[in-house]
């Protein structure tokens, strides 16, 4: 499942020109998360893949609930389209490292947010400018886009 995901970001998976200029529609004439959201352009996540893996080499891939998988870090547009993903990390990797990973890297080619813009982030991943998340031990962002 992993190498057909990774095989999309070719064509499919990567930002659109001057995509981080206006907020979606839905969040301007949505009195819920207008004017609070406006400069919010996108939403970044991890998540866990099962991975198939040899009995001799799961152990760094196991991660709590004790099954082996690969930890991804993907960023979704407001229409929950990829815009971003970075694959292929052992599952006992630690969300922000994954991130500090993919800032690092130029050739990610990352999109970082415009100045005076943000990314919504869950608690896994570092507060700093251009990345809001919420406070420790109050993952909120999760209850706003599930109504």
Same mark, same amino acid.
């Given at each position: 499942?992993?190498?057909?995901?990774?095989?999309?970001?070719?064509?499919?998976?990567?930002?659109?020109?001057?995509?981080?200029?206006?907020?979606?529609?839905?969040?301007?004439?949505?009195?819920?998360?207008?004017?609070?959201?406006?400069?919010?352009?996108?939403?970044?996540?991890?998540?866990?893949?099962?991975?198939?893996?040899?009995?001799?080499?799961?152990?760094?891939?196991?991660?709590?609930?004790?099954?082996?998988?690969?930890?991804?870090?993907?960023?979704?547009?407001?229409?929950?389209? *990829?815009?971003?993903?970075?694959?292929?990390?052992?599952?006992?990797?630690?969300?922000?490292?994954?991130?500090?990973?993919?800032?690092?890297?130029?050739?990610?080619?990352?999109?970082?947010?415009?100045?005076?813009?943000?990314?919504?982030?869950?608690?896994?991943?570092?507060?700093?400018?251009? *990345?809001?998340?919420?406070?420790?031990?109050?993952?909120?962002?999760?209850?706003?886009?599930?109504?």
């Amino acid at each position: 499942m992993l190498h057909i995901f990774a095989r999309m970001g070719i064509d499919t998976i990567k930002p659109t020109e001057g995509q981080f200029e206006e907020a979606p529609n839905h969040i301007r004439h949505d009195t819920r998360y207008w004017p609070h959201f406006k400069d919010c352009i996108r939403a970044i996540n991890g998540t866990h893949i099962k991975a198939c893996i040899s009995p001799s080499c799961q152990i760094p891939y196991i991660r709590w609930k004790g099954e082996p998988t690969q930890n991804i870090m993907v960023i979704c547009d407001f229409n929950m389209c *990829f815009i971003f993903a970075f694959l292929g990390w052992k599952g006992t990797s630690h969300d922000s490292r994954i991130f500090l990973q993919a800032l690092r890297k130029q050739v990610l080619k990352f999109p970082h947010p415009p100045l005076g813009k943000y990314y919504l982030v869950d608690s896994g991943y570092p507060q700093m400018a251009g *990345f809001l998340g919420p406070y420790r031990g109050n993952d909120i962002i999760y209850l706003i886009f599930i109504e």
